[in-house]
């Protein structure tokens, strides 16, 4: 019969691996933010303000800045065309709150232009979505169902299918990781072009985002390594005789 899922097997050892990636990356970015949020950026710009001159300058009229609850929960809603900006980055004048601003604003520029792989992203996330809910659950169904001889078939079948369902969520983890590296890029280009911060704050700036990124990077080598595990349990659906 196949192995079972949430046995314990060598393999478990994968998640364990993507687990403590996350952890790290988690902390290295609430460390880099939390030492750069203490310190104050010499213009004397909030989150805010630094976001709003960011869209003006250049050219992006149709994109709002406005508030949102949580910690490091910023982020820019496409659908709204607003930059959203957290409690610790709104109001903040923190080298750390005009980087994540900048970065915000960096994805509303994507967008504007119409970068590719912010749409090659957007295309895979509803399937990404399903495959996040349902890849497993199918899985499962089918390994209950090879018990059976008369659903052997069938059984592979939908172990393939949720494989498969299941690696969209990394396909969209991997196509995420120019998008953030992108947006942080034109972060750091746009605050030393416009002068917002001076080079050594930018300096700062840039160690807040490159620790962000480390997180993409790790969730990306997180659902690599689950994807891993599922195939080296099943096989595309073999049996372990």
């Known amino acids: 019969m196949y192995m079972p899922f949430y046995g314990l097997d060598w393999t478990y050892i994968l998640v364990i691996i993507g687990a403590v990636v996350s952890m790290i990356a988690s902390a290295g970015v609430k460390s880099s933010f939390n030492k750069y949020a ?4 010499r213009a004397g710009l909030t989150g805010a303000e630094t976001a709003e001159r960011i869209l003006k300058a250049n050219g ?6 406005t508030h949102i609850r949580g910690e490091l929960t910023d982020n820019f809603n496409p659908k709204t065309k607003l930059v ?29 232009e119409g970068y590719f792989p912010l749409r ?17 659950p199918i899985i499962l169904i089918g390994v209950l169902l090879a018990s059976s001889p008369r659903f052997l078939g069938g059984s592979d079948i939908l172990i393939r299918l949720g494989i498969i369902l299941f690696s969209f969520g990394m396909i969209f983890q ?6 953030e590296f992108d947006a942080s890029r034109r972060a750091l280009a746009t605050l030393e072009n416009m002068q917002l911060m001076a080079p050594d704050e930018v300096d700062g700036a840039r160690k807040v985002l490159k620790s962000a990124a480390m997180t993409y990077v790790a969730s990306a080598a997180a659902t690599i390594l689950q994807v891993l595990r599922l195939v080296l349990l099943f096989g595309g659906g073999r049996r372990r005789r």
Do not use: W
């Not at 900006?85 to 504007?112: F, T, W």
């Not at 090659?120 to 497993?136: E, M, Q, T, Y």
């Open 120 to 136: 090659l992203r957007s295309s895979i996330l509803p399937v990404a979505n399903i495959g996040s809910k349902f890849g497993i």
């Open 174 to 179: 991997l196509v995420t990781l120019p998008v």
């Open 60 to 65: 992006v009229y149709d994109v709002g800045v």
């Open 84 to 112: 959203n900006l957290s409690d610790a980055v709104y109001d903040s004048r923190s080298i750390a709150a005009l980087g994540v601003a900048a970065h915000e604003c960096g994805h509303a520029m994507q967008h504007n």
């Open 38 to 41: 203490r310190v104050a950026n």
